[in-house]
């Protein structure tokens, strides 16, 4: 059975898509930590992140630095974070996390943010992922 985040990618889920090529893709999380949380996916679907090929894991890392780069461009944040903590979730992905201060990445703790508020961070995020 095709994991949640492979659905999203073949469009039978919806998504707040920030980011796409033909291998990898990236979305806001639905219960972000931060406003801009996103998280970024290889499209093949391999449950943990060190079991990718290496040329995947190494693609991934570079397409998640790039989203990283829009999401600074797009949020206001000192740094964004990145983690790989998901167990939830049988598919590789690597969590981003726009910065103010550490205690910014407690992943106890979730945003609620409205609709309109995660489009319009999606949209700014993937405008600046556009320039890049």
């Given at each position: 059975?095709?994991?949640i985040?492979?659905?999203?990618v073949n469009g039978e889920i919806p998504s707040y898509k920030v980011a796409e090529d033909d291998r990898f893709y990236a979305f806001l999380d639905i219960n972000p930590v931060q406003?801009?949380?996103t998280?970024?996916?290889p499209k093949q679907e391999v449950d943990y992140i060190f079991d990718l090929d290496n040329d995947t894991y190494a693609g991934l890392t570079l397409f998640a630095k790039k989203v990283a780069e829009a999401i600074k461009a797009a949020v206001t944040c000192r740094k964004v974070?990145?983690?790989v903590i998901g167990l939830e979730v049988p598919h590789a992905h690597i969590h981003l996390v726009p910065m103010q201060?550490?205690?910014d990445m407690d992943f106890a703790r979730h945003a609620e943010l409205p609709a309109s508020e995660m489009t319009a961070i999606a949209e700014?995020?993937?405008g600046q992922f556009a320039k890049l």
């Open positions: 059975m095709a994991s985040f492979t659905r999203i406003p801009g949380h998280l970024v996916i974070g990145m983690a201060a550490e205690k700014a995020i993937a």
